[in-house]
T-cell receptor, first 113, second 111 residues
Framework: ETGVTQSPTHLIKTRGQQVTLRCSSQ?????VSWYQQALGQGPQFIFQ???????GRGNFPPRFSGLQFPNYSSELNVNALELDDSALYLC????????????FGPGTRLLVL | TQLLEQSPQFLSIQEGENLTVYCNSS?????LQWYRQEPGEGPVLLVT?????EVKKLKRLTFQFGDARKDSSLHITAAQPGDTGLYLC???????????FGKGTRLHILP
């Protein structure tokens, strides 16, 4: 039990639609990262937020955007969904200051038809 | 671009056997983490190694970080069906603190 929750657990959308995924931590850690994990692959880094500001981004197009709120919960928004966006979306919070451990949520499985 | 190569991709062995899986890169990492992930769940951290040559043990699991901090291995002694899962290694880049994952080793322990 990592104390990181994600919602929804599963989601089905059609191509061209928009989706918002949510993530929060019981411990209120201030650094959150989002990852995309396609079937049979390792997680791919999308971006990271620290104190409500994006401070790192992977190779994902601008239609992937995010937010972090004052309570450190976070959202991942994806516009103009494509079939290849079907994946497990994971968020992870970093541990205490100086601890580089990441604690992952259970993920949201997105299917784009 | 920093890459982590994990081998083997798939491994199926009998309960009680020993196994080693590998995580290799041409790049240096500040730290390296091993996770286990079960279907439909997020990765769960097993260990973090930071110092070159470091060895950490977690019950029947032994983790080693290479001297040059470019590679790591995970050895499991007397594997059990409960060890079944996807084992992921992830390295932290010393340039920008980003975490890079390998594709994982899918392990299946047969009872």
């Amino acid at each position: 039990e990592t104390g990181v929750t994600q919602s929804p657990t599963h989601l089905i959308k059609t191509r061209g639609q928009q989706v918002t995924l949510r993530c929060s931590s019981q411990s209120g850690h201030n650094t959150v990262s989002w990852y995309q994990q396609a079937l049979g692959q390792g997680p791919q880094f999308i971006f990271q937020y620290y104190r409500e500001e994006e401070n790192g981004r992977g190779n994902f197009p601008p239609r992937f955007s995010g937010l972090q709120f004052p309570n450190y919960s976070s959202e991942l928004n994806v516009n103009a969904l494509e079939l290849d966006d079907s994946a497990l979306y994971l968020c992870a919070y970093k541990g205490k200051l100086g601890e580089e451990t990441q604690y992952f949520g259970p993920g949201t499985r997105l299917l784009v038809l | 671009t920093q890459l982590l190569e994990q081998s083997p991709q798939f491994l199926s062995i009998q309960e009680g056997e020993n196994l080693t899986v590998y995580c290799n890169s041409s790049s240096v990492f500040s730290s390296l983490q091993w996770y286990r992930q079960e279907p439909g769940e997020g990765p769960v951290l097993l260990v973090t190694v930071v110092t070159g040559g470091e060895v950490k043990k977690l019950k029947r699991l032994t983790f080693q970080f290479g001297d040059a901090r470019k590679d790591s291995s995970l050895h499991i002694t007397a594997a059990q069906p409960g060890d079944t899962g996807l084992y992921l290694c992830a390295g932290e880049s010393p340039r920008d603190d980003k975490i890079i994952f390998g594709k994982g080793t899918r392990l299946h322990i047969l009872p």
